[in-house]
DNA sequence: ACTTTATGTCAGCCTTGTTGACTTTCCAAG
DNA sequence: CTTGGAAAGTCAACAAGGCTGACATAAAGT
């Protein structure tokens, strides 16, 4: 990338408009790359993109509430919940009435749930990987902090909220 | 990120679960805040993401042929019709019949068309911008690097078919 | 003359988002 | 104990934007 040395030692970027629309293009390009592999497996099953993104949410943090989810996902009630009811009926989901709070729903994943969640992220982060390797560590680590400074500061609340593995 | 050196000079990674799986919940979530402001300025005018990604594309090719287009996107030719015909119908877009080919349709904005394209490609590059700067122009060149890799070959295609602004 | 290509269009379907209205359950404060 | 409000679920209706299939037309190529 073309940069400057600035007088203070950090680096000025040349930030043309044509660099920005580049880096544009590559999130729409690697977006459609990123969800590939998912959109074949969900459409085997029989399931969508919103069944995808429910089931990877419920698997990280299980026992997690509907309304806590709908603030993840930030859709609407009633969207994620046509999405949770056949994750529901196909047995794919479990509701526990909560403990302390009665009116909540404790969201996990069953067996079989688990099942397609590992099927599905198997596949997703077969592709990450290869990404990751053929673009070195130090490339990782830029990929992710362009990224987190690219997202809203509440979903950012969400990304950080995990434990982090690297 | 954890790394250890190998014997032959490379670096290799630790790539475990959870640092992919961070990865994956970057690109969702910063997936989304990539889209906020166009989607924003988009519902002002009555479009959607699709008319988006029409205009950006026309815009970034100007005469480029409804064939093309649909390699571009990945969409049904039906689909991009519909987006296509309401640009046309609005002024934004003109559909000139190919000189050479009188079969080809040739799509450029008007002046009002740039004008939604300047707005959109605007906001879109602000933030953008922000976060390049946030981050840094070496993980600037990571992040592309990454996203580079995790494309499909067809879609790298038409994204490196372009001339680099960097 | 015939085939193929580029484009457009009609009809119908699906997923996934939306709003609005309404109910049930149940915790918690008065 | 009653009542307000939060959490959850449901029904209806709608829109955007994907999809398939079928068909029409114009123009190019063989």
Redesign the pocket.
């Known amino acids: 990338m073309a940069d400057i040395p600035a007088t203070g030692g950090e680096t000025l970027l040349f930030l043309t408009d044509e660099q920005l629309r580049k880096g544009i293009e590559a999130m729409f390009f690697a977006y459609r790359g990123f969800t590939a592999d998912p959109d074949r497996i969900l459409e085997e099953h029989?399931?969508?993109?919103?069944?995808h993104r429910a089931v990877h949410f419920i698997n990280r943090q299980p026992g997690l509430?509907?309304?806590t989810l709908l603030d993840v996902l930030g859709?609407?009630?009633?969207?994620l919940?046509?999405?949770?009811?056949t994750l529901i009926e196909d047995g794919l989901v479990e509701?526990r009435?909560g403990t302390k709070?009665?009116?909540?729903?404790r969201l996990h994943l069953t067996d079989k749930g688990a099942a397609l969640e590992r099927e599905l992220s198997e596949a997703q982060r077969g592709r990450m990987r290869a990404a990751y390797r053929a673009a070195g560590p130090q490339a990782v680590a830029g990929f992710r902090q362009v990224l987190e400074a690219m997202m809203d500061p509440q979903q950012l609340r969400h990304y950080q909220s995990m434990r982090d593995g690297g």
């Open positions: 029989g399931y969508g993109r919103a069944h509430t509907v309304t859709v609407t009630k009633q969207s919940n046509r999405v949770l009811r509701s009435v709070d009665r009116r909540e729903r």
